[in-house]
């Protein structure tokens, strides 16, 4: 990115921790919650900082980093903790999920919390099965981790793999999250799903592939889909003008508006 992204604000909800663009949120802006993947901070999210002129952006971070406490490797006890720190919000959002977060995303979407509007379902999908390995190349660091992270799709420049690295969590918290992954499982809850829902993915992911995004679209009635040509399991920094434009189209639809936080 040209522009260097804007300094957010560290913040806490509840039990868990959040960068966001302002504080308190504006209420004349839509407001995004992203939700990062396993492995990762609210870091991640960096490419879509970008987005903090159109919108309140809130970057969750998930149990056992930075200062949240860890609990149990299940991503709907994630979940949990993620519903307690966003009620406090007061106000409807948008959430958007990678990989794991996706998951998380697809728990809150099925509890229809009513300060939800709609979720972005990104480079995710009903289940998520890891392999053992990924614990193995895990444990190694975030160097190692990220150089065979990377090649799960076309692949990262070496400056941006790098400032990936900065992004990762403690090694236990990353296996952790693998655990709560793989044991994962949505398939018999989508049908459940009542909000607006966009489906995103790269038609090079080899880690969620495309399949993984149209069984979510079938399966969540009234979801739409976007394939985005040329990028991997890594979207959100492999095409972040791309990945941007789509949630802003996509969010602008539902304005954030005051909501009781006793909801």
């Known amino acids: 990115m040209n522009v260097p992204p804007p300094e957010l604000i560290n913040i806490t909800l509840d039990t868990l921790t959040a960068q966001v663009s302002e504080w308190p949120l504006s209420r004349h802006k839509p407001t995004l919650v992203f939700i990062h993947g396993a492995g990762f901070h609210g870091g991640f999210w960096q490419p879509q900082y970008p987005l903090a002129a ?3 952006l809130v970057c969750l971070n998930l149990p ?3 200062t949240a406490q860890p609990c149990e490797a299940d991503l709907h006890v994630y979940a949990d903790r993620a519903e307690a720190a966003l009620a406090q ?11 794991m977060g996706g998951a998380v995303a697809q728990i809150l ?3 229809q919390p009513s300060w939800l509007a709609a979720g972005v379902l990104a480079c995710t999908g009903a289940r998520l099965k890891v392999a053992p390995v990924v614990n193995q190349l895990f444990a190694q660091g975030g160097a190692v981790f990220m150089q065979v992270f990377s090649q799960s799709g076309p692949g ?12 990762m969590a ?10 709560a992954c793989n044991r ?3 398939m018999a809850e989508l049908a459940h799903i009542k909000r607006p829902c966009l489906v995103v993915c ?3 992911d080899l880690l969620t592939p495309e399949k993984y995004s149209q069984f979510l679209h079938q399966h969540i009635s009234g979801s739409q889909i976007a394939l985005v040509q040329g990028a991997g399991h890594l979207l959100p920094w492999e095409s972040p003008q791309t990945f941007n434009q789509l949630i802003s189209e996509f969010a602008h639809r539902y304005e954030s508006h005051p909501v009781s936080t006793s909801d």
């Open 109 to 111: 979407l099925r509890r």
């Open 89 to 99: 919000l007061g106000q409807s959002v948008v959430v958007i999920g990678h990989s």
């Open 202 to 204: 790269g038609d090079k």
């Open 170 to 179: 403690k090694t236990q918290t990353g296996i952790s999250d693998f655990m």
């Open 184 to 186: 994962f499982d949505m």
């Open 156 to 167: 990262l420049s070496m400056q941006q793999v790098a400032a990936l690295s900065q992004q």
């Open 54 to 56: 159109q919108f309140n």
């Open 64 to 66: 056992g980093r930075r």
